[in-house]
């Protein structure tokens, strides 16, 4: 199984907080990283949190680490529809950055 | 600043042949990778170059792929021969250094019929 765990979909309201989880393994990981996939596209760097923080703040962007836990949360304020796409989790450990499965972000009118 | 270009965008090919993947990273960036996405997963690493050495190889299946990263700049991922299960989209990415934020370019998309 996958060594970062996400819940797969999210259904969002348009205006709206939406709520991504994401739970990882490796205590010692230095980064983690969300990034967002829009379909037929790359994966897009959205922000980062290094360890030692537990929450970064980026424009509509939250980041809340829960080292204790292992858990990793990306708020994102008031959806729009063009935040609709697949975010991805990662975390680098041994030097490596591996990703979670994605969770599909929907978010309806 | 140009991002990570990769080529081509779209590949189809049967089952037994040969395909190569381009890949030209965000300059100056001395590590790359390349990653496996089959649909409804989240990219698989298969290779990680430091310059020119590899880093990790452990999920590259070395009995049909292949990859280089001559002169520490553009690297090439080699499939030969393809089998359907190979079926993806095979992103490269780079990023500074190792454990910085990596960045991805377009992918190429494989069909192996």
């Known amino acids: 199984g996958e060594d970062v765990e996400q819940s797969l979909f999210l259904s969002v309201r348009e205006g709206d907080s939406s709520v991504i989880n994401c739970t990882y393994t490796d205590s010692s990981s230095t980064y983690l990283y969300w990034y967002k996939q829009e379909p037929g596209a790359g994966l897009q760097l959205l922000t980062y949190?290094?360890?030692?923080?537990d929450m970064k703040q980026d424009q509509r962007l939250t980041v809340l680490l829960n080292k204790k836990d292992k858990h990793l949360s990306l708020r994102i304020a008031d959806t729009q529809t063009g935040d609709s796409a697949i975010y991805f989790c990662a975390e680098v450990n041994d030097y490596k950055l591996s990703f979670g499965a994605g969770t599909t972000v929907t978010v309806r009118a | 600043e140009a991002g990570v270009a990769q080529s081509p965008r779209y590949k189809i090919i049967e089952k037994r042949q040969s395909v190569a993947f381009w890949c030209n990273p965000i300059?100056?960036?001395?590590?790359l990778y390349w990653y496996q996405q089959i649909l409804g997963q989240g990219p698989k690493l298969l290779i990680q170059?430091?310059?020119?050495?590899?880093?990790?190889d452990s999920q590259l299946p070395k009995d049909r792929f292949s990859a280089e990263r001559l002169k520490g700049v553009d690297s090439t991922l080699k499939i030969q021969p393809a089998k359907l299960e190979d079926s993806a989209v095979y992103l490269c990415?780079?990023?500074?250094?190792?454990?910085?934020?990596?960045?991805f370019g377009q992918g190429t998309r494989l069909t192996v019929v």
């Open positions: 949190i290094f360890s030692n923080m």
């Open positions: 300059s100056g960036h001395a590590t």
């Open positions: 990415a780079s990023s500074f250094e190792q454990g910085a934020g990596a960045f």
């Open positions: 170059f430091q310059n020119n050495g590899v880093v990790d």
